[in-house]
């Protein structure tokens, strides 16, 4: 029993269609979800989202956060800024780490680095996310 | 009296003119139509985005979130959507007004955050503290070119610097017509559930209601103020392929009125010239008898 999944940013619609399993990374933990799941409404954290499709295949995609729901009969992911796997680049991710670690480094208010540390997670996400699909890292 | 090759020239110049208005005209058009494609592009997020949020504060009824709590104060902060660019008519002008009136009316103790350049300087030289700017906007701008002025307005209110936070910006009704609208972003006012249309489910929630809570309303705000952005610029082309399409239209009324005048001119000089010969042919004849 397949289930309809759509996933959408503020932006545009990342991806419609049908699915067996869902993986996504919640706040508190991974987080599968198989067809019948009971309603769930959960909040993500940066990472990559995998979708199973019915008849083969899936779908990667890399959310910067967001939120997940469940219902019986679909799934909604509104996804912060999503990106599909082979859209990411690479080495702006990189740069984007490097230039926050080294903020990170300094001096900071309190306030301020759990922001940066955020962008830290986004970015390594990205990275580990995009080494993946290219087969490597 | 100009004479006839200044008339021409004139002419020359005011069809140059009208060609780079009709252009403009064109381009407009298809901005117009890109723009409105990313408006509907939102709607999908956005009225997900509020089903979840109508859901959840049902359910998280004890927890008030500071973003629901009502502040009585004077002191506001307007986030105020403008184009980059002129020749577009009244439409930065009136959105300007609008915003204005709002907040010498309700919280005189104004502050702004500009989105466009054309707000942000004209607030700049009324002396109004601009807080925040992200002007230079590009055609097709992502959420993440105004979430950190957005921010900016959010923090303010979180700190308890600000009572509200409001958004102006010019809505768009129709190609013909656009309106200002102002309103209020926080306190977050959330429309009523249609009638009949029950809570989506009992769901399961990971964290706690509250934390999704505190994870949905600053994003329901950014996303508000984004589609604000996307509609401003519909707004936005919207009025200049109407200002280029009356300027091309004037173009065409005055080079019809040139042409009337070089005509004319024309045919005074030739009058002219024909008295000169005539009354030329007439004194050789009467000398010659």
Known sequence: MPIPVRVVSVERSLFEGEADFILARSTIGELGVLPRHAPLLAVLAPGELRVDKTGGGSEVLFVGGGFMEVLPDRVTVLA?????????????????????????????????????????????????????????? | MPSLRDIRNRIRSVQNTKKITQAYQVVSATKLRRAQQMVQATRPYAEKMLEVLQTTAELATEYRHPFLER??????????????????????????RAANRVMNE???????????????????????????????????PGIADVLPAVTVALEEYSKGNTDAVLLG???WVSTL???????????????????????????????????????????????QVYQAVLENKASEHSARMIAMQNATDAAADFIEALTLNMNKVRQASITTELMEIVSGAEALRQSSQ
């Open chain 2, 71 to 96: 502040r009585e104060g004077k002191r506001g902060v307007m986030v105020l959507v403008t184009t980059d660019r002129g020749l577009c008519g009244a439409l930065n002008v009136n959105t300007i």
């Open chain 2, 169 to 171: 910006y010019a809505k």
């Open chain 2, 106 to 140: 309700q919280y005189p103790q104004a502050r702004y955050v500009t989105l466009g350049r054309k707000g942000r300087d004209l607030m700049l030289r009324f002396r109004r503290e601009v807080i925040a700017d992200a002007s230079n906007l590009p055609d097709r």
């Open chain 1, 80 to 137: 912060d800024v999503a990106e599909r796997a082979d859209e990411i680049n690479l080495e702006r991710a990189e740069q984007t780490r490097r230039s926050v670690q080294e903020r990170l480094a300094g001096q900071v208010g309190t306030e301020e680095r759990v922001e940066l540390e955020q962008a830290l997670a986004r970015a390594e996400a990205r990275l580990r996310l995009a080494r993946i699909r290219r087969g490597g890292g």
């Open chain 2, 177 to 223: 017509r656009q309106e200002p609208v102002v309103r209020t972003l926080v306190p977050v006012e959330l429309p009523k559930r249609e009638e009949g249309k029950a809570p989506a489910a009992d769901y399961i929630y990971e964290p706690e209601p509250d934390e999704v809570l505190d994870a949905l309303l600053p994003r329901y705000v950014e996303t």
